[in-house]
């Protein structure tokens, strides 16, 4: 087990959820290489629940949801 006081923590933010979801984000490669130099680095990534709400809202904005009734 790594000892947490001597690991690196990496705060991720809205826009590189967002960026590493949506390939044509003009961030999108940015947000790739920044990924795997935090796994090659063996980073620890955190976030918060409010950055999580802004990147789950825009994802699940033009998904279509049936009900079960419907089908």
Not at 28 to 53: F, Q
């Amino acid at each position: 087990m790594t000892n947490m006081s001597m690991t690196k923590l990496v705060f991720i933010d809205t826009w590189a959820w967002l960026a590493l979801a949506n390939r044509r984000d003009s961030n999108h490669k940015s947000a790739i290489e920044g990924y795997n130099e935090i796994k090659e680095e063996k980073c620890r990534m955190v976030t918060s629940d409010y950055v999580l709400d802004e990147a789950i809202t825009p994802l699940f904005r033009n998904v279509v949801f049936v009900l079960q009734s419907d089908l």
